[in-house]
């Protein structure tokens, strides 16, 4: 049944102008933030932390819509892909013509930033790429989500050892994988660096197969334009990531805060960055 409520709502976005989802979907993120104390204690220290300490301008309430259009967005980005891609502006494409042209493959980094669903959908354009993910605990609701991921030339594979040999294999023939940089890993897979000033637990999963066969590494961002006028994608090449997973891990966090420092409000700042996943060693203490 949830299944079913759940692709009716898709479909009825897909149906809908992009303006009108984003109202739609900015109106949801205030109201999460005004209804749900936890999520407004998380969003407001993490968000109001950053903002301070970088001399920017709190603007909470934008935020918070904008929160709630990074999900609208990506639900409307998954139900029109060729609408969506129509509304991409993209910078800086002769970085990504190059790297790939090493033909060692390509290490695509995409914090949950903006509209960043429509990234992969350009890449897929002109190679193929494999995006690692992280399979919901619902089995219908991870069904309908690969539904609405799926797209020519772009494979999903989870976060798991089969998972990264089948990246492992797309570098190998040159293409390209995808990975959310600024995700919590599971226990045991990642290590405690800073992220804005506070330990944060850390993939350093990028620069291990980054380091593989000397593969670029471009972290990308897709910025909210005006309402209803789509996002503006850019792409940075990062300097080679150290072999020192602690040092790799927090070059990454450093290149992870500067995209986000470009659109501050369009990060999903309800995301527990700080957790302690189970089987994780302890932070450092300070």
Do not use: C
């Not at 660096?193 to 980054?210: K, W």
């Amino acid at each position: 049944m949830r299944k079913l409520l759940l692709k009716l709502v898709l479909n009825f976005i897909a149906l809908l102008p992009l303006s009108l989802v984003q109202i739609i979907g900015g109106a949801l993120g205030i109201l999460a933030y005004v209804a749900s104390k936890h999520y407004r204690s998380l969003f407001r220290s993490q968000y109001e932390a950053v903002v301070k300490s970088h001399h920017l301008p709190l603007q909470i309430w934008r935020a918070a819509a904008a929160s709630g259009q990074l999900f609208s967005d990506s639900l409307w980005i998954w139900r029109n892909p060729q609408k969506a891609l129509e509304l991409v502006e993209v910078q800086n494409w002769n970085v990504v013509e190059a790297a790939i042209s090493e033909g060692h493959g390509l290490v695509m980094l995409t914090p949950h930033l903006g509209g960043f669903e429509i990234i992969p959908r350009v890449l897929a354009q002109h190679f193929p790429a494999t995006i690692l993910y992280r399979p919901s605990r619902q089995a219908w609701l991870n069904e309908v989500v690969e539904e609405g991921r799926a797209y020519p030339n772009m494979h999903f594979v989870p976060t798991n050892l089969n998972g990264v040999r089948q990246m492992t294999r797309a570098l190998t023939r040159g293409e390209a994988i995808g990975i959310l940089p600024d995700q919590v890993p599971s226990g045991g897979e990642g290590v405690w660096v800073p992220f804005f000033g506070r330990p944060a637990y850390t993939t350093p999963l990028p620069a291990r197969l980054a380091n593989r066969n000397n593969t670029p590494v471009i972290m990308f961002t897709a910025k909210r334009k005006a309402l209803g006028k789509g996002w503006l994608m850019q792409a940075e090449r990062l300097q080679p990531l150290p072999e020192d997973s602690n040092l790799a891990a927090g070059k990454l966090n450093v290149a992870i805060e500067k995209a986000i420092l470009g659109a501050p409000n369009q990060f999903i700042w309800a995301y527990n960055r700080y957790k302690h996943p189970s089987g994780a060693e302890l932070p450092p203490s300070n």
